[in-house]
């Protein structure tokens, strides 16, 4: 036998060689599981209409592939539609007013019956789900409302009444609610005597362990955020530039003026269409400002970070009519920020993220509407 043939045949050669195949295999099993987690995916999904022209969700990777797969196939349109950015789980309503719950990794979805809600919201955790049912009563002309704001465990199908609430009204168009964490919701009432309150339900002990009472003079926004135990709210009172005031509840008390050096002087007519916490860090949330301006005459619109550590403020988009800016929200870890842009002549809709790092911003392949970024 030859050197060659016995090297060849040299057992604890095949033995070194195995063992380096196996290394190999593991450090590129573990490299590549490290970059799945290192590149979580950022995923959205909205309603859009299928090729059957069903209105479906769908849901998009921006890390990966932009291309949109359909989640579900009803054939009754998806009407509403709810995520959680820190859960797979996806909550929607079909035309038939049947509630659904859809694991948005599996694909396996759940009928929760008959709901006849309006908006709804899902807790951080995917474990709860919030929504209000009301009934309409007409009598000797006055009509009136008798409103029930519920809580349902996804997990058990068990449904709790948090709050009642009976007003005289022309119309019901919901009061807002959201959940703190896991286990708190706060929500606001409907205003008697011209008072408006703030209420946290613990869902734990089953009782709401704080109530906070406003004037309607004042203008009540409440935004959740799920970094800080506390629920935060935000009040502003109409005037010329519309200083807002932020407060917090239980333990700590913010009164703090957000500078208004993004809004030019000329303007008048000052408003925030809407308001995010940043998931993540504390004292930091985006704002949509709007305003006339005399100047231009017409209506502009800011996308503005605000600091309230250092009372600063960054712009970070710009646009004016007749484009308008809706609807923004960060995903779960706040390095992304997504906002819509909305043409008002020609109704044309375009979604557009922005990377709060690096500062970039692109566009996304959405034909739809009510994006939401979903957990992995």
């Known amino acids: 036998m030859t050197d060659k043939a016995k090297r060849k045949g040299n057992p604890r050669r095949r033995v070194l060689f195995n063992l380096l195949m196996m290394s190999v295999l593991l450090i590129a099993t573990v490299s590549a599981s490290w970059y799945l987690l290192q590149s979580s995916p950022e995923r959205i999904v909205y309603i859009a209409e299928d090729e059957n022209g069903y209105e479906n969700i769908f849901i998009v990777n921006l890390n990966g592939t932009n291309n949109p797969k359909q989640l579900t196939y009803h054939d009754q349109p998806v009407r509403m539609l709810h995520a959680s950015p820190h859960q797979s789980t996806i909550i929607y309503t ?3 007013r049947m509630l659904w719950s859809m694991n948005a990794n599996t694909g396996e979805a759940h009928s929760h019956g008959e709901c006849n809600c309006g908006t709804f919201q899902i807790s951080p955790s995917g474990e709860w789900l919030a929504y209000e049912i009301g009934t309409r009563t007409e009598f000797e ?3 009136s409302y008798h409103v029930l704001l519920r809580i349902q465990n996804l997990k058990t199908g068990h449904v709790r009444t948090v709050e009642e609430f009976e007003f ?5 168009s919901g009061r807002p ?3 703190v ?5 706060a929500y606001t009432n409907y205003p ?13 002990r089953e009782i709401v362990i704080e109530e906070t009472a406003f004037s309607t003079d004042y203008h009540l926004l409440l935004y959740r955020n799920f970094q800080a135990y506390n629920p935060r709210w935000t009040i502003y009172k109409p005037t010329f530039y519309s200083e807002m005031l932020i407060a917090s509840s239980v333990d700590t008390d913010i009164n703090i003026a957000i500078p208004q050096n993004t809004i030019e002087r000329s303007a008048q007519d000052v408003t925030h269409r809407d308001m995010i916490w940043h998931p993540t860090i504390e004292d930091q949330f985006i704002t949509i400002d709007s305003w006339y301006s005399r100047e231009s005459q017409q209506r502009e619109y800011n996308l503005v970070l605000y600091k309230l550590e250092d009372q600063s403020s960054t712009i970070l988009s710009s646009i004016s009519q007749p484009s308008e800016i809706w609807r923004i ?3 779960s870890d706040g390095t992304k920020l997504m906002w819509q842009l909305w043409n008002n002549n020609t109704s044309e809709i375009q979604y557009f993220v922005r990377d709060m790092t690096t500062g970039t911003i692109q566009s996304i392949p959405i034909e739809g509407y009510y994006p939401m970024w979903v957990g992995g």
């Open 192 to 204: 008697i005597d011209g008072i408006e309150q703030i209420s946290v339900y613990d869902v734990e």
């Open 141 to 143: 002309g006055e009509v």
């Open 329 to 331: 929200s960060f995903n």
């Open 94 to 96: 079909t035309s038939d």
């Open 177 to 179: 609610y959201y959940w």
């Open 168 to 172: 005289v009204s022309s119309s019901w």
């Open 181 to 185: 964490d896991g286990n708190l919701l």
